[in-house]
C-alpha cells in the first residue's frame, strides 16, 4: 500500500493531493492465521457450546462470523475481535456432525482469512454410549445401571452399542455424573433410577401417555403429565 495526503485547502490556500513516496511510508498489510475451537467435542443437543476463534497477526482487530456449513449460525455474526480473540455461544447446533468455520474480515494490518474447518459432533444428552441412536436397550439400561449404583464391568456389558465413543464403564459413569442434574427427568431436584432412569427408559422405548409416567414421577416433581416429560426427554 502507497499513502496519499490530501489537503482540502482553506480561505487562503487551494486543495492539494501528494503521493507519499519514500520507501519508509509504504504498508504491507499481513496474512494472519485464523484458528477454530469449541468448549465441548463431542458435544450435548441443545446445551451452549463456546466457539473461539483465534486470529494470530498482527494486533489483529475487525469482527468474525461464524458459520455451521457456510451458513452464519445465528446471534454469532460480527462478533468484535478482542486480544486476537473472538467468541460466540450457541445452543443451535444440529444433531450429527457440524463443519463449523470462523471467518475472519480482516482489518488496516492483517488481511482477511477463514479458519480451517472444525468437525463438532452433537449427540443428545441421552445418547450415554455417543454411537449416535438413542436405545433403550443401550443407553437407557446404562442409565438405569448407573442410577442403580452399578460399577465397572457389570455397568456396560451388553449394554454398549454399535460404534460407541464411549465405551468403557469410567467414562460413562463420568459422562452421567458430569450431566447431573440434566438426569433430573421429573424436575424434583433428585435424581432416582425408579423415577427419572424408569421414565428415560420408558420413553426411549416408545411408551407415551399415561404408561409412560404412572408410577414414575417422584415427590415435589415439577414434571408431572406425559407432555412434560415427553417434551422434556425430546
Not at 441443545?46 to 473461539?52: G, R
Not at 452399578?150 to 459413569?173: C, D, E, K, M
Request: glycine share 12%; charged share 10%; net charge negative.
Amino acid at each position: 500500500y502507497r499513502w496519499v495526503a490530501a489537503y482540502n485547502g482553506d480561505a487562503n490556500n487551494g486543495p492539494v493531493t501528494a503521493a507519499c513516496n519514500a520507501s519508509n511510508e509504504s504498508t504491507t498489510v499481513g496474512a494472519p492465521a485464523t484458528l477454530l475451537s469449541a468448549s465441548a467435542n463431542p458435544a450435548i443437543f441443545k446445551m451452549n457450546v463456546t466457539l473461539t476463534a483465534t486470529i494470530i497477526g498482527t494486533t489483529p482487530t475487525g469482527t468474525v462470523n461464524f458459520l455451521n456449513a457456510g451458513v452464519t449460525i445465528p446471534g454469532c455474526t460480527t462478533k468484535a475481535v478482542s486480544g486476537g480473540l473472538a467468541t460466540c455461544t450457541t445452543s443451535s447446533l444440529a444433531l450429527g456432525n457440524n463443519a463449523l468455520t470462523a471467518a475472519y474480515s480482516g482489518d488496516f494490518q492483517n488481511a482477511s482469512s477463514n479458519s480451517p474447518i472444525l468437525t463438532v459432533a452433537v449427540y443428545s444428552l441421552f445418547d450415554v454410549d455417543a454411537n449416535g441412536l438413542v436405545d433403550p436397550l443401550t443407553d437407557g439400561l446404562l442409565i438405569l445401571r448407573h442410577l442403580f449404583d452399578i460399577t465397572g464391568p457389570l455397568l456396560t456389558t451388553g449394554a454398549v452399542g454399535t460404534g460407541a465413543q464411549r465405551t468403557n464403564a469410567g467414562a460413562i459413569a463420568s459422562y452421567i455424573d458430569g450431566a447431573g442434574f440434566l438426569f433430573d427427568t421429573d424436575g424434583n431436584g433428585d435424581i432416582d433410577a425408579l423415577t427419572d432412569g424408569l421414565l428415560i427408559f420408558r420413553y426411549m422405548a416408545g411408551q407415551r401417555g399415561a404408561a409412560l409416567i404412572q408410577g414414575a414421577v417422584g415427590s415435589g416433581a415439577t414434571r408431572t403429565t406425559s407432555n412434560d416429560i415427553e417434551n422434556y426427554v425430546s
